[in-house]
């Protein structure tokens, strides 16, 4: 079975199998070139021909026709939908007891753990999450009632840090417009908890949400203008320094996104760089900023360029293995498979995608740019390196 979505080339080459591609073409009626291209998705078959590739692999026509259009950029929406409910309210009655902020402050900070290195992280805090939300919300609703400032902006500090993490939860299942809706309601929790440091990781959250939404001006201004307030606030100097870093990436992805790569590469050398190695290696409210994370920003500028050597050169003085999150360890070696396959190193592309099925399964089968690298593989690559990476794509669900 192949997945819903899969263009109609890939079907081709995936119910062809072993069968020599000038074999089925000269048995079909067209040229080996032709139904070569029709794999590659160069070429789209007529209904006529599309029949006769169909009945010579012994398949329905229907087989060969995707269900729905070919995959977009867009990450498919495979949120829970129990965490879709508990965001719009679905939560216990009013006389449920109340959880006390310190049991739910560990609950969170334990889903914060598993998003950041778990395999599994999708499940397992798919798992967590509708509970976690309706029992935050419960818990704010009965500590604003009852009065009792202290405890109050000890709730909303819980519920700010969970909301944090939906955000990034839901951008990464194909929910921009709920992730935005969980950052506005970040900020909301950081401003009642009058935390300095929350209200300027509530701006970085929803940085991360504008540059998902293709707003890079927007991503730039928040973050900017964040830094601005963090100057003022009071706070230790190492937090603000951190914080503020975190902020100059997300101005530095967006200017890289307005392809200003001049820019981004200045003001990481300039504001990045010299507040990463003013703080160290660290994880400063899960934004994991330090000298790793900006040197992958690095990487990614070069990429993003069109430089794949030089990213990749850079990318060779990169170690990733200390970084407390697994996503960015994903995310940075996806970059590097990125780069061999703009260069066609298709068994560099694949060796990356193997590594990347290690270390974060849940992962590859949810970002389209790894569904895409895979499929590039199968269509352009020698027979062997097509035949491994369309058992991976099997692996994942791409087939």
Known sequence: MVASDLPIGDRVRHYRGDRRQDVVAGLTGISPDYLSQIERGLKIPSLPILHAIARELGVPTAALLADTPAPSSAPPDTTEPAIVQALMGYGPPRSTPVVDPAALRERVESAWRDWQSSKTRFTDVAGVLPGLIADAEHAVRAHRSAGGAGAHRDVMRVVADLYFLLRSYLRRTGRVDLSMMAADRAVRAAEEADDPLRMAAAQWNLGHILLAAQEPDGAEQVALRAVEELSRARMAKSNRVAMSGALHLVAVVAEARRRNWAAARERLRTHARPAARQVGEGNIMWTVFGPTNVDLHGVSIEMEAGN??????????????????????????????????????????LLSLVALEELAPEDLARTPLARELILTVVRRGRAMHARRAERLAERIGVL
């Open 308 to 349: 794949p050597s030089e990213a990749l050169h850079a990318a060779d003085e990169v170690d990733t293995s200390g970084l407390p999150s697994m996503e960015r360890s994903f995310t940075f070696n996806l970059e590097v498979a990125r780069c061999h396959n703009l260069r066609r190193e298709d068994a560099a592309v």
